[in-house]
């Protein structure tokens, strides 16, 4: 748990070590293979019964590495995802801008401005709850299935606290992911 740490070490770390000694056409190229990544995997929820929902989620980590990379190649990224989205299995163009491409954005951002875990959290929740709202009571579309449909402060209050526990187990996993590509891969780049 690290909801009071400093976790801006290892995200300085990564983001120095990639931006530092890598050229322009290399981080161009590796935001669009990271996009194609997201997009393949996001794909996995229509492509493959199932499983392939299992799979669908960690279209998240591409997104957020591009996204550390630099802000502006991790909206690239995003863009791309959805672009290719429309080609590969247009069925999940709805899911992933409003959901787990929002939710990815907002850890990026969250781990880049700030150096406490709980902030990284609640920002990155606020993303993915503000997505999943648009597609209920905006849209009309149905992400959660039957459930929290009615427009309620309640439902709403569920929600952003659903979402709170999904980030956070997300924020976990990437943490846990930085720090081991710190210790391991340092001397790579």
Known sequence: MFW??????????VSAIIRNQRGFAFKLVTAALLALIA???????????????????????????SMLLSQSYGLLSYFLTIFLLLFIQPSELIIFPFTTGA????????LIL???GWKVITV????????????LY???????????????????????????????????????LLSKLITGQQGRF
Do not use: H
Not at 154 to 170: A, P
């Open 138 to 176: 905006v849209l009309k579309f149905p992400v959660l299935g039957p459930f929290l449909i009615q427009f309620k402060v309640w439902n709403i209050f569920v929600i952003y606290l659903l979402s709170l526990v999904y980030c956070w187990l997300w924020i976990e996993l990437v943490i846990r």
């Open 4 to 13: 009071n740490k400093d976790i801006k070490k290892n995200i300085l770390t």
């Open 103 to 110: 939710m990815a954005i907002g850890i990026g951002i969250g």
């Open 39 to 65: 997009a393949i995997l996001q794909a996995a929820g229509g492509v493959i019964p199932g499983i392939g929902m299992l799979i669908s989620p960690f279209s998240t980590v591409p997104i957020i590495i």
């Open 114 to 116: 700030f150096n406490k």
């Open 124 to 135: 990155s929740s606020l993303f993915l709850c503000i997505g999943i709202c648009l597609l």
